[in-house]
């Protein structure tokens, strides 16, 4: 494989090279190196295990150790703390959903706000409020008041992503998505992120799920015990029988 991640002809908001992190002395990732572009969602797919979810972590600042480097939005993170990663609008969406079960829909989104923000052109970046979210997670919209301990996972985790996106993020980290709920939501949550995109706001999926990986996403990466074996656009992953047997099939 290259070390380089392939070109997109959109502007680049993330690109990390040589990414390579840690959990305490076990190496999980090696030389990771991808990049989003605006209004783009890109996947990073592989089995369970090969390292996807740490990718993610590990570009957000939540491991201990990591080496590489990693831009965003023309700003070197790669030594920020995961609260710095935050304020400049990278969102993350962990696949374990984290909300405040004690807190409402409502508090919970209140928790995410953020302050609006605007493109290096100039032109403004998408807003979220709560009327917005509640129109792209229509069950949101009729539960405002309810207890986050009170929902289904599948809720849970709609209401992860409003939560993220109230920070007005440029880009969104989401891992696992599909994970642990019905396929009807799988749907909502497909139709979510075409959405999200039409909206100019770049995503990079960590997702198991190839099928829901090909209705969203522009490009894709595969993982393989914390290695990128490949890298192209979703159409040509489609397209590679021996790829997606080699690294994808259960």
Not at 70 to 98: C, Q, T, W
Not at 105 to 133: C, F, S, Y
Not at 210 to 223: C, G, I, P
Request: proline share 5%; with cysteine; net charge negative.
């Amino acid at each position: 494989m290259s070390d380089h991640p392939p070109i997109t002809t959109r502007p680049t908001l993330l690109e990390v090279n040589h990414l390579c992190g840690w959990y305490g002395a076990a190496q999980i990732l090696f030389d990771v190196s991808l990049s989003v572009g605006q209004g783009e969602v890109v996947a990073l797919l592989g089995r369970n295990g090969a390292g996807k979810s740490t990718t993610l972590k590990t570009i957000m600042g939540l491991m201990e150790k990591r080496q590489g480097q990693i831009g965003f939005m023309g700003k070197d993170i790669s030594k920020a703390n995961s609260h710095e990663v935050a304020r400049l609008g990278l969102g993350y969406v962990p696949e374990d959903r984290r909300i405040f079960t004690d807190l409402t829909v409502m508090e919970n989104l209140e928790v995410g706000r953020q302050a609006t923000r605007i493109w290096p052109d100039g032109k403004p970046a998408p807003i979220w409020t709560e009327n917005k979210l509640f129109t792209l997670f229509p069950n949101l919209g009729e539960m405002p008041h309810r207890l986050g301990g009170k929902m289904s996972g599948g809720e849970q985790q709609m209401l992860t992503v409003a939560r993220t996106l109230m920070g007005n993020p440029y880009l969104v980290l989401l891992d696992e998505p599909s994970e642990g709920v019905s396929p009807l939501l799988v749907e909502q949550m497909a139709k979510m992120m075409i959405e999200l995109k039409a909206e100019g706001v770049s995503i990079l999926l960590s997702e198991q799920n190839l099928h829901f990986a090909e209705l969203v996403s522009d490009r894709a990466y595969v993982l393989e015990k914390g290695q990128i074996q490949y890298a192209g656009t979703m159409a040509e992953l489609s397209a590679n029988d021996e790829i997606r047997g080699a690294y994808l099939s259960v």
